[in-house]
């Protein structure tokens, strides 16, 4: 079966624009996670998503948005980007919303910012 | 918020070295993960153990929950288990995972 898959793997932008992330959980899991990862730290949760309801918010900006499809795949936005923006972000899924369940994290998306 | 440290930060081993890397917790937890960062970035489970132990393969771990506390073993270490290890926990009543400040391994032939 196939993992946690995310698109696309790199991706650079400048200051100011906007970028979406792409995310498809394993299949029969209801649950995607954010997190981000700077360089140097362990990932910081960014949101959850649990049957297309976002379940749960990290300390993060409102530039930061995320929805959850039907099909449960997701999407993680962020508009006017900084240059701390720059970081490795993952997504996770799940089976279901609450600590009963393993994480199971994708490769990732590095994102720059220039 | 909850706390998570993990010791040692840094640790060097020649290939067949045995390690035992630690995870403390400030709070009680309903989750706690332990992960393989590699050196692409991919985040590999390792062990799903709220509380008690289970071994798979040369990798071992246990958790006391009322103590807050979480160990993983690595025996006969390969040039293959360098990299990051992180532990992650779910505190109650959140959906999220914390994950602690990780073990940077380094093993060498």
């Known amino acids: 079966d196939a993992g946690v898959t995310q698109s696309p793997t790199h991706l650079i932008k400048t200051r100011g624009q906007q970028v979406t992330l792409r995310c498809s959980p394993i299949?029969?899991?209801?649950?995607v996670s954010w997190y981000q990862q700077v360089l140097g730290q362990g990932p910081q949760f960014i949101f959850q998503?649990?049957?297309?309801?976002?379940?749960g918010r990290g300390n993060f900006p409102d530039r930061f948005s995320a929805r959850q499809f039907p099909n449960y795949s997701s999407e993680l936005n962020v508009n006017a980007l900084l240059l701390g923006d720059s970081a490795l972000y993952l997504c996770?899924?799940?089976?279901?919303?609450?600590?009963?369940?393993?994480?199971?994290f994708g490769p990732g998306t590095r994102l720059t910012v220039t | 918020g909850i706390q998570v440290e993990q010791s040692p930060p840094d640790l060097i081993l020649q290939e067949g070295a045995n390690s035992t890397l630690r995870c403390n917790f400030s709070?009680?937890?309903?989750?706690l993960q332990w992960f393989h960062q590699n050196p692409w970035g991919q985040l590999i489970n390792l062990f799903y153990?709220?509380?008690g132990t289970k071994q798979n393969g040369r990798l071992s771990a246990t958790t006391v929950a009322t103590e807050r506390y979480s160990l993983l073993y690595i025996s006969s270490s390969q040039t293959t288990d360098s990299g990051v290890y992180f532990c992650?926990?779910?505190?109650?009543?959140?959906?999220?995972?914390?994950f602690g400040t990780g073990t940077r391994l380094q093993v060498f032939p």
């Open positions: 996770a899924s799940s089976l279901g919303a609450t600590g009963t369940y393993e994480q199971y």
């Open positions: 299949s029969g899991h209801k649950s």
């Open positions: 998503y649990y049957e297309k309801e976002e379940r």
């Open positions: 709070d009680s937890v309903n989750n």
């Open positions: 153990i709220p509380s």
């Open positions: 992650a926990v779910e505190p109650y009543n959140t959906d999220k995972l914390i």
